[in-house]
């Protein structure tokens, strides 16, 4: 008798519903698609309770207003980016530090675009990077490409010029991954890192952040219904 040489189905993956990334507990989330008043009064109150007992009295209530006026200015900025989440690194390093640095930031959005064709019938990584990221007119970037958890991505990296009109008094680093969502290759995933280091965004503190950020995402995972 003939066997039957049908090969068996292959295993469909389950849609993407989401992402995951794997930050220390120094980083708070606050999801932008909806109110996010809620989320940061709660970051806000737990980052007051880590004031050391025996800070001066006349320097706390200071301190809390500076803080909730940055990390407000910083939520603020990221709603107009119309982002998905916003992480901000809002607690102290170690117990007892009066000091909660907000010279870092994550935020999380989607992109819209279909990928260009080329002879073979496949979009070109760095042509997809040109179309997503040369909207804001930044030239002389460091272009990279290869996958994350399987799926196409692209990395730029550059320095931001400061611009006081928009309440960004130093330049800073910037590294953005565009990674393509499995199922749907006009949707990208984008998450955009930003540091100051320590004043200079090419110092060693700045190194270091843009080396983490890496490690982050070689880590990134999405979530599957």
Do not use: C
């Not at 209530?61 to 006026?69: D, N, Q, V």
């Amino acid at each position: 008798m003939p066997t039957d040489q049908t090969a068996p189905p292959a295993e469909i993956a389950a849609p993407v519903t989401g992402y995951r990334l794997l930050l220390p507990d120094q980083w708070a989330q606050i999801p932008l698609r909806h109110s996010t008043e809620g989320a940061v009064h709660r970051i806000l109150e737990d980052a007051y309770t880590r004031i050391p007992k025996d800070a001066p009295p006349d320097k706390v209530g200071p301190y809390k207003r500076e803080l909730a006026r940055r990390f407000r200015q910083a939520v603020a900025q990221a709603q107009q980016t119309k982002g998905l989440d916003l992480y901000l690194p809002v607690k102290p390093m170690g117990e007892g530090e009066f000091n909660f640095s907000l010279g870092a930031s994550i935020l999380v959005s989607e992109s819209l675009l279909p990928r260009r064709s080329g002879a073979n019938g496949a979009g070109e990584p760095t042509d997809v990077a040109v179309q997503l990221l040369s909207r804001d007119g930044t030239e002389g970037a460091d272009l990279s490409s290869g996958e994350i958890d399987s799926s196409l991505a692209v990395r730029r990296e550059h320095v931001a010029a400061a611009n006081p009109d928009r309440g960004v008094e130093l330049p800073s680093r910037r590294v953005e991954y565009i990674v393509s969502v499995p199922g749907d290759p006009n949707r990208w995933f984008v998450a955009a890192f930003s540091t100051i280091g320590g004043g200079n965004p090419r110092d060693e503190l700045a190194e270091a952040l843009v080396e983490w950020f890496d490690a982050v995402m070689a880590n990134f995972r999405w979530r599957r219904g």
